[in-house]
């Protein structure tokens, strides 16, 4: 059974609902949810949010936070979800910003990628260092941390 | 050369930049384009609009229009277009509604998919019959339709 697959028993079995907010992913993660039939019962929108204007304008992400922190970084990550859970009105969000690649941008490492999982009672913040693994590696990769994470918040909620 | 990168080598020709809004590709087309390294060169926001109020909410779509066409109709893809482009503020968009299946809805069938796109001097709307090829391969041959789509939008402007 897919990643997808399982949140989607779960999220069905106690009635949730998600959202994803995706930057260097670029809607791998609502494409992975959406690749499953029945995924409309507990997906109904995604936000891909590739520049730091489009965090802004769709889930109203601080210019401040951005210019402070960079794109790349928890905060956004954080502020990302928040705008996503709120804009979706959904009970579960991850947001997902990172270095792809190839090359660091920012000051950052290739491989790098905030995560940002949200319940209503729960909020999971982190950093992870995948490394310098490619570009389709890290968002795959990234693709698969995200959908991990909205199961184990789907589970403990 | 794939698709996407043919998209993103003939949009930074000409100075192009490209928006999806998604509801039966769920984020595929925007996962395409951004699988391309540069992409964000041409591509800075996506919309997947799973849910009719998605579609409202997210891109301005009509519920009068949902109401009497139904999401899968050539009417609310070139709603979904122009509210995308009007979001992005992109020289392109493409909108792509329909059923991947398994079985049809709305007492339409299986592998009907609804494609608008846009650009500042033209707009395609189109209805493309894929059939009952399973909802994987509808979905791969929606994405691949609304990609060439935008490269001849691209090519021609």
Same mark, same amino acid.
């Given at each position: 059974m897919s990643l997808a697959e399982d949140l989607l028993r779960i999220c069905q079995e106690k009635g949730l609902t998600v959202t994803a907010a995706e930057s260097c992913t670029g809607g791998m993660v609502a494409a992975a949810i959406t690749d $499953? %039939? !029945?995924s409309s019962a507990i997906f109904e929108r995604g936000f891909v949010t590739y520049s730091n204007i489009a965090k802004t304008e769709? /889930? !109203? $992400?601080s210019p401040a936070t951005l210019d402070a922190h !960079? %794109? $790349?970084?928890e905060e956004v990550a954080q502020e990302m979800a928040r705008g996503a859970v709120g804009a979706a009105q959904s009970d579960l969000a991850v947001a997902i910003t990172g270095i792809a690649g190839p090359g660091g941008s920012e000051f950052k490492p290739e491989g790098r990628v905030c995560f940002c999982t949200l319940s209503s009672d729960s909020v999971l913040v982190e950093t992870v260092?995948? !490394? %310098? /693994?490619g570009r389709a590696n890290v968002r795959e990769r990234s693709r698969d941390h995200a959908l991990q994470r909205l199961i184990e918040a789907a589970q403990a909620v």
């Open positions: $499953v %039939a !029945g769709m /889930l !109203g $992400v !960079g %794109a $790349v970084s260092e995948f !490394g %310098a /693994l």
